[in-house]
């Protein structure tokens, strides 16, 4: 699987961006995409995921009511629109996806392909 991030840049607080990850390769029914953030000298975080039917979105709860998660499966994209942005959202965004091994998946963690980042900067 190869993935390929776009989209980041500069917005001031209160604006709106939309992230876009192309995926090539193994990416049907059986994967999980997502979205990740780190920021300047934190951990990588988990921001959102979508499972390949409709209607299966996680979130952070720092992000919840601001960002969409979708998901094009005809496509092979994943895409995060950011609403409302504010200065604690920049940082690289990754966009990731899970192979599901089992029923009971945590789409938090354990991601197996990882794409490069795009850098969202927020500015106050």
């Known amino acids: 699987v190869q993935l390929q991030a776009s989209g980041g840049g500069l917005v001031q607080t209160g604006d709106s961006l939309r992230l876009s990850c192309a995926a090539s390769?193994?990416?049907?029914?059986?994967?999980?995409m997502g979205w990740f953030r780190q920021a300047p000298g934190k951990e990588r975080e988990f921001v959102a995921a979508?499972?390949?039917?409709?209607?299966?979105?996680y979130y952070a709860d720092s992000v919840k009511g601001r960002f969409t998660i979708s998901r094009d499966n005809a496509k092979n994209t994943l895409i995060l629109q950011m609403n409302s942005m504010r200065p604690e959202d920049t940082a690289v965004y990754y966009c990731?996806?899970?192979?599901?091994?089992?029923?009971?998946?945590?789409?938090?963690?354990?991601?197996?392909?990882w794409g490069q980042g795009t850098q969202v900067t927020v500015s106050s």
């Open positions: 390769g193994r990416t049907f029914s059986t994967t999980l």
């Open positions: 990731a996806v899970k192979i599901i091994r089992s029923v009971v998946t945590n789409p938090t963690m354990n991601y197996d392909y």
């Open positions: 979508a499972g390949y039917r409709a209607g299966s979105t």
